[in-house]
């Protein structure tokens, strides 16, 4: 319950400038329809059109969004053809949703929207990772992941980067779900605080002499 309390007032204090323009009957920012180049389930499409409109450098690279059963909650990578074959920038990225009813972890439909976005937005910003690096670029990425130290250095440069897309409140909100609120396993937990940005270090960076960032959030 202190868990929720926490969350609760997470959400409303951060949403609270969007609140103001709804209560003056302006209209809200930030809905736009799927860039033609991604092909994005129906069961997605809300938060995807949401996070569309951050990202214009990505409207044009093939991104396909499937489910199948993985050992976290999403992962990207690029297809293996497009890779070897194919330019930078004709690449087709694939994004897994685990939907695996026996993972220890989090599963996407169990994660509350604000905080959905701030999961998409991190494996976006793989992409645009991804998309800035050549075929042996790629291939270091890769072997990074074969460490654990390369594995957390690998994940917090991804994490800064929704920081630097403007997308701070909402990676926040993912990582606290995560920790604070969710059912996962102590070990699903345990890796994503060593392995990823914490709520704790996320929050830091709300303040600018005391006062929280002016960065209303899209409901």
Not at 33 to 41: K, N
């Given at each position: 319950m202190r868990y929720f309390a926490t969350y609760f007032l997470s959400v409303f204090f951060l949403s609270f400038p969007f609140l103001l323009q709804f209560a003056k009957g302006e209209e809200p920012k930030g809905l736009s329809?799927?860039?033609?180049?991604?092909?994005?389930?129906e069961a997605y499409h809300d938060v995807f059109e949401l996070v569309a409109e951050f990202i214009p450098n990505l409207h044009n690279q093939n991104i396909v969004v499937r489910a199948g059963k993985l050992a976290t909650t999403m992962n990207v990578r690029p297809s293996l053809f497009s890779l070897l074959f194919k330019n930078r920038d004709k690449r087709t990225y694939v994004i897994r949703v685990n939907?695996?009813?026996d993972f220890n972890g989090v599963l996407y439909e169990d994660v509350p929207e604000l905080a959905r976005v701030?999961?998409?937005?991190?494996?976006l910003m793989h992409i645009k990772d991804y998309k800035s690096r050549?075929?042996?670029?790629?291939?270091?990425r890769g072997m990074q992941y074969l460490s654990v130290r390369g594995k957390t250095k690998f994940?917090?440069?991804?994490?800064?980067?929704?920081?630097e897309e403007g997308m701070r409140n909402y990676l926040?909100?993912?990582?606290?779900?995560i920790m604070e609120e969710s059912d996962a396993g102590f070990d699903y937990k345990e890796f994503k605080r060593s392995t990823y940005l914490t709520p704790a270090e996320i929050f830091i960076d709300f303040y600018d002499?005391?006062?929280l960032?002016?960065?209303p959030l899209i409901l």
């Open positions: 329809s799927l860039p033609a180049a991604w092909t994005i389930p939907t695996d009813s701030g999961l998409v937005m991190h494996e050549n075929f042996f670029g790629v291939l270091q994940e917090q440069e991804i994490d800064r980067m929704v920081i926040f909100l993912w990582a606290l779900y002499d005391g006062v960032q002016d960065m």
